[in-house]
């Protein structure tokens, strides 16, 4: 059971020399899905060693384009590479007919299969869940319809309590699959061993939640509750929450009083405005509420 994050891009609006739009690829448990894909995406997939094969969920907060404009390049690099697996494509009601237009006019031609998921409730739902990962929606206020996402790990098998177990000799290897399943033991006698005293808890599955772009929103909190890791826009310091709130987006406080009050493990901030020079201002003014703050970077890695 693991997460691994990279930050390929984590700049707002438009891209710079060093500065990249949003773009995050996550591996957890085994499952690999790249969220957002702002321009430079590919190139910074390249640069980092994220492969590209690997992928076969892409998600899509919102159609701004500091989040969407690589995904047309992308798909068309995938033709190019001769990629033969379906991919979908998750995102807002939209992200079909735009994309679809792009690859038409321009004549990309794909072998491959793309499905598209268009989101359009603003009530959390699940859009995907296969026997490693479940997703859910975020629902978030931007300025057009936005959604975060949940990345939750399937929780495992319960351990066997092999101490307690030895003291049943009339236990079988071949009862362990049941046990582990969660089933009682009945022995020859009628006697009812409970499940609970043959195993033991599985690890907390882990969990990602990706929220960018949003207004301060505190409803979001009891879906995010106690996420392993918690990537929370922050455009503005808050000495600029006058023009977070004109643009509904974020300050690096109110990200920090998001992770407080959702009980979340870590909090990475991001989507900095370029107004901003030294952006380590944003990790001490969350770290003034929430002490566990990192600062995403493009490369760096975040690992659970």
Do not use: W
Request: proline share 4%; aromatic share 10%; with cysteine.
């Amino acid at each position: 059971m693991s997460i691994s994050l990279t930050i390929l891009g984590c700049h707002s609006a438009t891209p710079r020399i060093n500065a990249f739009p949003t773009s995050q690829y996550l591996e957890i448990n085994n499952s690999h899905f790249l969220i957002d894909c702002g321009e430079g995406t590919q190139r910074q997939m390249r640069k980092y060693k994220v492969g590209f094969s690997k992928i076969n969920h892409i998600f899509i907060s919102h159609l701004h384009g500091d989040h969407f404009y690589g995904l047309v390049g992308l798909l068309s690099t995938y033709g190019i590479l001769n990629r033969e697996k379906e991919l979908h494509i998750y995102g807002p009601v939209g992200i079909k007919e735009v994309t679809l237009l792009q690859l038409k006019i321009s004549q990309s031609h794909a072998k491959y299969k793309m499905i598209f998921h268009e989101l359009s409730s603003k009530k959390s739902e699940l859009i995907f869940e296969d026997n490693k990962v479940s997703v859910r929606t975020i629902p978030l206020t931007h300025r057009v319809y936005t959604n975060g996402y949940l990345f939750t790990e399937k929780e495992k098998p319960r351990k066997l309590n092999m101490l307690n177990i030895s003291g049943y000799p009339e236990i079988d290897r071949a009862d362990y699959l049941n046990i582990k399943a969660g089933r009682d033991v009945v022995l020859a006698s009628g006697e009812i061993i409970s499940n609970s005293e043959l195993t033991l808890d599985p690890p907390k599955p882990l969990s990602f939640a990706f929220c960018s772009d949003t207004s301060y929103k505190p409803d979001i909190v009891p879906i995010i509750k106690e996420a392993s890791l918690l990537y929370h826009e922050a455009t503005f310091l808050a000495d600029r929450e006058d023009l977070a709130k004109k643009t509904k987006h974020s300050t690096s406080k109110q990200a920090a009083q998001i992770a407080k009050d959702a009980n979340v493990k870590q909090l990475i901030v991001g989507h900095y405005s370029g107004r901003y020079k030294d952006i380590s201002l944003f990790k001490k003014e969350a770290q003034e509420i929430f002490k566990n703050t990192n600062l995403a970077e493009p490369g760096k890695v975040f690992s659970i």
